[in-house]
T-cell receptor
């Protein structure tokens, strides 16, 4: 079956660093995505990992370990606007039309 | 980046009526579009995969006769919620794949979503 786990909520302080973890068990693996979603809005793309290692993109970095079925999203220099839900999504096998399976999302609250 | 639009952005309807939601890729051709549903404080649940010129593929537990999907062109997919009931009230989001972009990792672009409230 498909299973993607993330913490439900996290709280952090403005200017700090926060790490959001994601573990997955899926039938086939063709990439892991992180999306940011503000309340009432559609998700926006943050990062993509298909090989093991760290991908850095400005204040956001994402790490993947395929052997462990594990990823994390690292947010540095937190800003108030980073308060949002962060969704981990895994793309299945090529013959599954590249559909994304989403985790339940992590609601991040950034406090002053 | 690529743009995907949805119409309407929100709709209120009476129980028993049908509602059609449009998803358009504005600056690229989308042979595949996806329809998701999201309940408050929950994640996105894939409902179906819409392929241009062929029948949609529905996820387990999604009634194909209730959620009619039509992907008649490379830039338009529609989702019709037939005989809507209050439990169908949700946030419906579509996404579209851009085959030609060459940017493999960013192949799904999300629309802004449609909020449906069934009274």
């Amino acid at each position: 079956g498909q299973n993607i786990d993330q913490p439900t909520e996290m709280t952090a302080t403005e200017g700090a660093i926060v790490q959001i973890n994601c573990t997955y068990q899926t039938s086939g693996f063709n990439g892991l995505f992180w999306y940011q979603q503000h309340a009432g809005e559609a998700p926006t793309f943050l990062s993509y990992n298909v090989l093991d290692g760290l991908e850095e993109k400005g204040r956001f970095s994402s790490f993947l370990s395929r052997s462990k079925g594990y990823s994390y999203l690292l947010l540095k220099e937190l800003q108030m606007k980073d308060s949002a839900s962060y969704l981990c999504a895994v793309r299945g096998r090529v013959d599954s039309s590249y559909k994304l399976i989403f985790g339940s999302g992590t609601r991040l609250l950034v406090r002053p | 980046g690529a743009v995907v639009s949805q119409h309407p952005s929100w709709v209120i309807c009476k129980s028993g009526t049908s509602v059609k939601i449009e998803c358009r890729s504005l600056d690229f051709q989308a042979t595949t579009m996806f329809w998701y549903r999201q309940f408050p404080k929950q994640s996105l649940m894939l409902m179906a995969t819409s392929n241009e010129g062929s029948k949609a593929t529905y996820e387990q537990g999604v009634e194909k006769d209730k959620f009619l999907i039509n992907h008649a062109s490379l830039t338009l997919s529609t989702l019709t919620v037939t005989s809507a009931h209050p439990e169908d009230s949700s946030f419906y989001i579509c996404s579209a794949r851009d085959w030609a972009s060459g940017r493999y990792q960013e192949t799904q672009y999300f629309g802004p979503g449609t909020r449906l409230l069934v009274l």
